[in-house]
């Protein structure tokens, strides 16, 4: 495939990191529009007054990413707060648009990149690549919506998950046993609340150890997987990429055996120790091990698993054995001496700098298929070739099968093996308003099978945010219900309004038929899922400040409440639209509002859905499971 609108510059000698599908002619010189200053190695572009920046993926801040600096280098950080600068991806994707004028960029390079938008001068965007060699595309295009297609022509098609995948999932960590697992799939049915997924986390785990089920709580393990089955659930467990050191354990033994973990610059295998202690971390890098791996996934496929979710691969370092060294003899330093507050301070800081530590991702290398290369300047590739070696043994192993996988990590290119949820956010209104405002950037950038923990993975959620939450995650690919251990329970039927969640959870339902038909779509014609009106109402200025409010496809619009105590919220119409107020998929009014700012009263209960102009809504009726929805008779809302 030829793409005449993408030019490509190259600096350095860039690795392959696999994010790009097409052979892209190489241009010579500085890519058009940009200054570059060579010392520092620095993109600049002037900003124009109007210039609104779209793109990043999964970043921190709103749909406009104008105004902070962010930059990609995979973490593992719980507090995502808006003066944090990394998340757990890399999606280096964005796009410049003035209303007039548009482009787009792509930074192909793995390593840490800082984008400064308006951060250090708000009239001036720099990128900065901490390691030079980058690959630098620069898309022109008449719209965002052509940028984005250009884009993602250029990445390759998007992963599709089988359609089970849509359905809800309850997921916590601290699901221990199976019969911990078989109440929450009987109290769902009791309710007749939906239900498709249940999500197992690291507990089924035998001591952590990757690939393995502990025979004591989960006893006959095959057998369970089909009665849940035989219940219409399936189960998807967590799988992590650190192999445990322990003699005896036969995938660690292979491993060391085949010399398949990173190593440092001295040949030893790099230890770090992440849940189940001290780890080696498979060299995903590498094709070898990436097959090892991968077919490490039989016992689980064997066991009729259909699902996975990758986490802790950034990877995640709970600290490294060398660090760890470090650390002790700072601190008998320290404690030699009598601590001024001063010496107070540098050791709270030494304790502080124990986990992911910046030190630690140089300490070993990775043997990309010949070229030796020190982990942190390919670090964001470590999540994808996690993803990929999964999928690619997914063909291999159970061609035949669609099987749902996504990842903590990511960066451009894994939108082809799996899709993402966006890691350990906390139970807060505003994580509410930054899942909405990711969800769109997670789309341009490929990622369609996308969700946030619902209701909050850390901290204690409250009834009415569960509520609004689940209105949102409604439209959102991905729909789980996901929480840390120690936080108050939030399975829907822990809370008072069971019928009204009940409700919203099969509205999901009914709209699946329509949800999947915008996902095949977006991943058949690399369109988005999610958009910002701005994309679809360009000319109209006064969308330019909508950050609340999304497209889902083509026919509707959405304007999730995400305050506390709101019984409605104002929504701006870029068009005359209809307004469907749900309170479930067969009880809702509604009413034709013309072009133009509303206060729209939506009580806790009710979601507020806006049907385009000559668009329609489709419904299916509710079931408990997907595969049980009667997707071709359907009831239509017209507009
Ligand atoms: O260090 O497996 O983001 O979803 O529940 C925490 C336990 C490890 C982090 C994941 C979260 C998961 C948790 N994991």
């Not at 005449?4 to 599908?21: C, H």
């Not at 200053?37 to 970043?59: A, P, R």
């Not at 049907?611 to 809504?617: D, K, N, Q, S």
Request: net charge negative.
């Amino acid at each position: 495939m030829k793409i005449d609108n993408i030019r490509k510059y190259e600096f350095g000698t860039p690795y392959e990191t696999g994010a790009v599908v097409c052979d892209i002619p190489k241009m010579v010189g500085i890519p058009e529009r940009f200054k570059y200053d060579m010392d520092s190695q620095t993109f600049i572009y002037d900003l124009h007054e109007k210039d609104m920046v779209f793109g990043l993926g999964e970043t921190l801040r709103g749909i406009n990413k104008r105004g902070w600096i962010y930059v990609s280098n995979n973490a593992d950080d719980p507090s995502h707060d808006e003066n944090k600068t990394s998340l757990y991806a890399s999606q280096n994707f964005l796009i410049v648009d003035d209303g007039s004028d548009c482009f787009g960029i792509f930074i192909d390079n793995p390593g840490s990149v800082t984008f400064d938008i308006g951060y250090t001068d708000m009239n001036v965007m720099t990128i900065h690549p901490e390691y030079n060699d980058t690959t630098f595309y620069l898309i022109n295009g008449n719209t965002p919506a052509e940028i984005v297609k250009s884009f993602r022509e250029l990445i390759g098609k998007s992963y599709v998950p089988p359609v089970w995948a849509f359905g809800y999932g309850q997921s916590r960590w601290g699901y221990k046993t199976a019969d911990d697992i078989r109440e929450v799939a009987a109290r769902y049915k009791e309710l007749g609340i939906p239900l498709d997924m249940i999500y197992m986390d690291i507990d089924y785990m035998q001591d952590f150890k990757v690939f393995t089920i502990n025979p004591e709580r989960f006893p006959n393990f095959p057998d369970f997987v089909k009665e849940m089955k035989a219940e219409g659930i399936r189960l998807v467990p967590n799988v992590d990429p650190g192999v445990k050191i322990e003699d005896g354990y036969d995938i660690y033994e292979e491993g060391k055996e085949k010399g398949y973990y990173c190593k440092k610059e001295d040949g030893q295998d790099l230890v770090a120790a992440v849940w189940p202690g001290k780890v080696h971390f498979p060299d995903f890098l590498n094709s070898d091990v990436r097959k090892w791996f991968g077919d490490n996934y039989k016992v689980f496929l064997d066991a009729g698993l259909e699902g996975f979710w990758n986490d802790m691969n950034e990877p995640a370092i709970f600290y490294s054995e060398d660090h760890l060294a470090e650390v002790f003899e700072h601190v008998k330093e320290l404690e030699k001496k009598e601590l001024d507050i001063w010496g107070f301070f540098e050791f709270k800081d030494v304790l502080g700098s124990i986990d992911n530590n910046p030190e630690d991702y140089r300490r070993f290398y990775h043997d990309l298929d010949g070229r030796k290369v020190r982990h942190d300047k390919v670090h964001n590739l470590y999540s994808v070739n996690m993803t990929r070696s999964a999928s690619e043994a997914f063909k291999r192993l159970a061609p035949d099968k669609k099987i749902l996988l996504f990842s903590r990590a990511s960066y451009t290119g894994m939108h082809r093996y799996g899709g993402v949820w966006t890691g350990d956010n906390m139970a807060r209104w505003s994580h509410l308003l930054l899942n909405i405002q990711m969800m769109p950037a997670l789309s341009m950038n490929g990622f369609l099978f996308a969700g946030a923990d619902i209701g909050g993975f850390g901290g204690n959620t409250t009834e009415d945010l569960m509520m609004r939450w689940v209105e949102f995650g409604i439209f959102t690919p991905l729909f789980r219900n996901h929480s840390a251990i120690g936080t108050r329970d939030q399975e829907l039927y822990r809370f008072n309004r069971k019928s009204d969640f009940k409700n919203l959870v099969e509205l999901r339902y009914a709209l699946i038929p329509y949800i999947t038909s915008v996902f095949m779509n977006a991943a058949e014609k690399n369109d988005m899922y999610m958009k910002p009106l701005w994309f679809d109402y360009r000319g109209d200025d006064r969308c330019r400040e909508v950050e609340d409010q999304l497209l889902v496809g083509d026919s509707i619009m959405i304007a999730p409440v995400h305050e506390q105590n709101a019984t409605g919220r104002y929504v701006y119409l870029p068009e005359e639209m209809k307004l469907v107020r749900f309170r479930s998929y067969d009880d809702y009014d509604t009413e034709v509002l013309p072009k133009g700012d509303h206060y729209i009263k939506a009580e806790l209960n009710e979601v507020l859905v806006f049907i385009r102009p000559g668009r329609e809504l489709p419904l299916a009726t509710p079931a408990r499971h997907v595969e049980d929805l009667d997707m071709n008779n359907l009831k239509v809302i017209k507009f």
